[in-house]
């Protein structure tokens, strides 16, 4: 008989949480997780998925455009948001419903209850229960971060974005990250009009400036407008429902929804994590290992909680690897480099590697081969956007060290470029293959 009730305990069931519950399991350890919300986590719940569903349903409305040129002729198109909001809300709860089956198939206990920890060893439920466990790991995630200004409870975040009731005719989008841009474009495609404020003069610091300077021009050119170095002062609630948004500089904006996309942290606030001498950093984040262990022995932490990179795909190889590692007697860690990474704006961007200005400092002799088309599906139907594509290279070595692209479909095409990035292949060996044609992915292997 163990001496715990439990040899896993796991705070959190998102993609980190459940894949390494599962593969724990999966070892034969007893193991249970306490999830406070939805299974599945911020990627399944309010993130990745009802995200890219809706970016999905705001595209149509291009679509829909373009047709005419392919001899589609299309009586009067209306959007109904609320159609679009219940078919992704109930697609959420089948995937829940998926999540919880793979706890159940693999026999992993389930709470539905926020836990704290409240020792080396111990949780404890909301419900008052206490629960003892070999190994706690910490996959509680990241929320996001509210910026402090007069009126900004009348804000929403990402959190309540899926679930408006009404359609807002005008939206003001505070950030211009991943979170922002994606809802930007979301927002306008869908007929609304969208103003994007910004604290700095820039749109996603550290991806490659060519294709932030192109993702901008197309953005304003679809009418989305941008007010840099100007953060919201504060929100006044008007009488008629809509808010007057307040910014450095300006005049105000009146807007129905006021979405704040600022950064995400690390959820670590009351968590108990000091009662078992837990180090934290500046943010909040779990400071782990490279294994995943933290400074205290028996805890181990995985995914946003620790903000090493705030992605899906990260937060599951960390789960599996601290799985492998304490319980399958396979020590593994995560690799950071070449994580392929993309932005689902309209239109989207994607990258692997080093951008140019990255590789720029840190190599000696750099090449770069770009692409920048018109693609033909653009072309056919009048539609001025082009894309661009970048190939960064060790003119040393020959080898391609990043692949950025801003084009339609580009993380479709990234994913595949990614492998022969983190393959090491040469600007040579992306010469020699054949190119597929027509498509817009050729571009890749005809960059001279
Ligand atoms: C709008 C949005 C879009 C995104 N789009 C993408 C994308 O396209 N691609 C991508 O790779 N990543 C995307 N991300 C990021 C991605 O969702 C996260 O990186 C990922 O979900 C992190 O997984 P995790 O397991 O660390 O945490 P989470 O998935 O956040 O899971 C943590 C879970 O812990 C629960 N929890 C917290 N505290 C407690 C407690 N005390 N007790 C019990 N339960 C608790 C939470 O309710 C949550 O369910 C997006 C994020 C957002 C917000
Ligand atoms: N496609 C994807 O992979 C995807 C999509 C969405 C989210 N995510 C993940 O979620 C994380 C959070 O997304 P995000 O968009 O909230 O963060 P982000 O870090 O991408 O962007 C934050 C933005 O807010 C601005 N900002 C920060 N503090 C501010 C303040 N006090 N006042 C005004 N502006 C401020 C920054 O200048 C920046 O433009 C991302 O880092 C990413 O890892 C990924």
């Not at 007893?30 to 995200?51: D, F, L, N, S, Y």
């Not at 026999?107 to 704290?116: L, S, T």
Request: proline fraction near 5%; charge should be negative.
């Amino acid at each position: 008989m163990s001496e715990f009730d439990y040899d896993l305990f796991v705070i959190g069931a998102g993609s980190g949480g459940v894949r390494a519950s599962r593969i724990a399991a999966g070892y034969g350890a007893r193991v249970a997780v306490a999830e406070e919300h939805r299974i599945g986590g911020t990627c399944v719940i309010r993130g990745c998925v009802p995200k890219k569903l809706m970016v999905y349903g705001s595209d149509f409305a291009h679509g829909l455009e373009d047709a005419a040129a392919y001899g589609w002729m299309i009586g009067e198109a209306k959007f109904d948001w609320n159609v679009l909001r219940d078919f992704v809300a109930s697609d959420v709860d089948r995937l829940e419903k998926a999540y919880t089956s793979t706890l159940d198939n693999n026999k992993v206990d389930h709470f539905h209850e926020r836990a704290v920890v409240i020792g080396p060893n111990s949780v404890r439920l909301a419900s008052g229960r206490e629960i003892s466990a070999k190994i706690i790991l910490i996959a509680v995630g990241a929320w996001p971060v509210l910026p402090e200004f007069e009126g900004n409870q009348y804000a929403i975040t990402s959190n309540e974005v899926f679930g408006l009731p009404e359609f807002p005719r005008r939206v003001v989008v505070q950030g211009a990250g991943y979170i922002a841009l994606e809802f930007a474009g979301i927002f306008n495609s869908l007929g609304a009009e969208v103003t994007v404020v910004n604290r700095s003069d820039q749109i996603l610091r550290g991806y490659d400036l060519s294709l932030r300077e192109r993702l901008l021009q197309i953005m304003q050119a679809r009418h989305i407008k941008f007010r840099f170095s100007s953060p919201i002062e504060k929100i006044v609630k008007e009488g008629n429902g809509t808010f007057s948004v307040h910014t450095e500089g300006h005049q105000p904006i009146a807007a129905e929804a006021v979405l704040v996309a600022t950064g995400r942290k690390p959820k670590t606030e009351g968590l108990g994590l000091e009662t078992a001498g837990v180090d934290l950093g500046p943010l909040g984040e779990v400071l782990v290992d490279d294994y995943n262990q933290t400074s205290c022995p028996s805890i181990y932490a995985v995914g946003d909680v620790t903000n090493r990179v705030q992605l899906t795909p990260i937060a599951i190889r960390e789960g599996h690897a601290f799985a492998d590692t304490v319980f399958g007697n396979n020590p593994r860690t995560t690799a950071y480099d070449c994580i392929p990474n993309a932005v689902f704006s309209q239109p989207p961007l994607a990258g692997v590697g080093l951008t140019e200005e990255q590789a720029r400092t840190q190599l000696a002799n750099v090449k770069v081969f770009t692409s920048d088309f018109r693609p033909m599906k653009n072309m056919f139907a009048a539609v001025p956007e082009r894309g661009l594509y970048k190939l960064v290279v060790d003119a040393d070595t020959d080898k391609v060290v990043g692949v950025h692209m801003i084009a339609p479909e580009a993380p479709e095409v990234l994913q595949a470029a990614a492998i022969a990035v983190k393959a090491g292949l040469t600007k040579a060996d992306f010469d020699e293959t054949v190119a597929l044609h027509p498509s817009m992915a050729e571009e890749l292997v005809l960059m001279r």
